[in-house]
């Protein structure tokens, strides 16, 4: 969170580029469908861990929870190589623990809602059974900050995109049953933050997070049900960060302020089950 600032958010604030992105992920799923081998949908928990710092490594606030959600994914094999596209979709409230601007304790609860949509693409090599992978995803995350016990609410919305490259091995191998793990490290590109101050009088903000490195990993339970279905069970750890961004100077007319989004760094743990059919 900026550092000077909590005001309610504008929940009125347009999201037409939220909307054609999702909307182009249905149709890609849709078209991806037509050739496609299998078709997946999956029910998933996230364990959301998101801490902010100061300059000098201090803790600002953190925000801690369990968030439901959802995916679907479309793939299908080429000669050398396997495509997949999928979409995920997060939302619930997690604790926020922190401080005001003046520094005293403040608790809360924040209202996440988290959208990605991700290309992949794995490669068998050819002397083990070993995949490799590549993921390029893009993410949004609206973060709204709940106003309590007389300090005011501040919505966020965070938008960047991830580029990871990995490795996939078979831990077991059985007739219908495989354990697999997955292994990778990502880096985050052109980050941004909005923030709404629109209530204030001082618009709504965007500042530049820039690009920062994470790590990611996978292990993975499928087990063959019919030739055409499958139930896949796991578990998945991301992480990532993001350094302080610039500073803005932003003003009301009357009032004038420097926001600065200081350095954060964000984990995702997810538990998920999967059923995937093939066409």
Same mark, same amino acid.
Request: aromatic share 12%.
């Given at each position: 969170?900026?550092?000077?600032?909590?005001?309610?958010?504008?929940?009125?604030?347009?999201?037409?580029?939220?909307?054609?992105?999702?909307?182009?992920?249905?149709?890609?799923?849709?078209?991806?469908?037509?050739?496609?081998?299998?078709?997946?949908?999956?029910?998933?928990?996230?364990?959301?861990?998101?801490?902010?710092?100061?300059?000098?490594?201090?803790?600002?606030?953190?925000?801690?929870?369990?968030?439901?959600?959802? @995916? *679907?994914? &479309?793939?299908?094999?080429?000669?050398?190589? =396997?495509?997949?596209?999928?979409?995920? #979709?997060?939302?619930?409230? %997690?604790?926020?623990?922190?401080?005001?601007?003046?520094?005293?304790?403040?608790?809360?609860?924040?209202?996440?809602?988290?959208?990605?949509?991700?290309?992949?693409?794995?490669?068998?090599?050819?002397?083990?059974?070993?995949?490799?992978?590549?993921?390029?995803?893009?993410?949004?995350?609206?973060?709204?900050?709940?106003?309590?016990?007389?300090?005011?609410?501040?919505?966020?919305?965070?938008?960047?995109? @991830? *580029?990871? &490259?990995?490795?996939?091995?078979?831990?077991? =191998?059985?007739?219908?049953?495989?354990? #697999?793990?997955?292994?990778? %490290?990502?880096?985050?590109?052109?980050?941004?933050?909005?923030?709404?101050?629109?209530?204030?009088?001082?618009?709504?903000?965007?500042?530049?997070?820039?690009?920062?490195?994470?790590?990611?990993?996978?292990?993975?339970?499928?087990?063959?049900?019919?030739?055409?279905?499958?139930?896949?069970?796991?578990?998945?750890?991301?992480?990532?960060?993001?350094?302080?961004?610039?500073?803005?100077?932003?003003?009301?007319? *009357?009032?004038?302020?420097?926001?600065?989004?200081?350095?954060?760094?964000?984990?995702?743990?997810?538990?998920?089950?999967?059923?995937?059919?093939?066409?």
């Amino acid at each position: 969170m900026p550092a000077f600032f909590a005001f309610r958010p504008n929940r009125t604030m347009p999201a037409n580029n939220n909307k054609n992105r999702i909307a182009a992920a249905c149709m890609l799923l849709a078209s991806a469908n037509c050739d496609a081998a299998d078709l997946s949908i999956a029910g998933e928990l996230m364990y959301f861990d998101y801490e902010e710092t100061d300059i000098d490594g201090s803790r600002l606030n953190t925000e801690t929870g369990f968030i439901p959600g959802f @995916s *679907i994914a &479309a793939s299908r094999p080429s000669r050398s190589a =396997r495509h997949s596209l999928e979409f995920s #979709l997060y939302g619930g409230d %997690v604790n926020y623990d922190g401080q005001t601007q003046a520094g005293v304790p403040h608790q809360t609860t924040t209202e996440q809602t988290i959208y990605r949509l991700q290309y992949r693409v794995s490669s068998s090599l050819e002397t083990t059974d070993a995949d490799l992978y590549g993921k390029i995803y893009w993410q949004q995350w609206d973060r709204d900050i709940q106003p309590n016990a007389g300090v005011s609410g501040l919505f966020e919305r965070y938008q960047w995109w @991830s *580029i990871e &490259a990995g490795v996939e091995v078979p831990l077991m =191998r059985k007739e219908r049953q495989d354990l #697999l793990l997955e292994l990778g %490290v990502l880096t985050t590109l052109n980050g941004t933050i909005l923030v709404d101050l629109s209530d204030a009088g001082f618009g709504e903000p965007e500042l530049d997070l820039g690009s920062g490195i994470g790590f990611s990993g996978e292990i993975r339970y499928e087990v063959v049900q019919s030739n055409n279905s499958s139930l896949h069970f796991g578990v998945s750890y991301r992480t990532w960060e993001f350094g302080r961004s610039n500073s803005a100077i932003i003003t009301n007319g *009357i009032d004038t302020f420097i926001i600065t989004e200081p350095d954060s760094q964000t984990a995702q743990t997810r538990i998920f089950a999967r059923y995937a059919h093939r066409f």
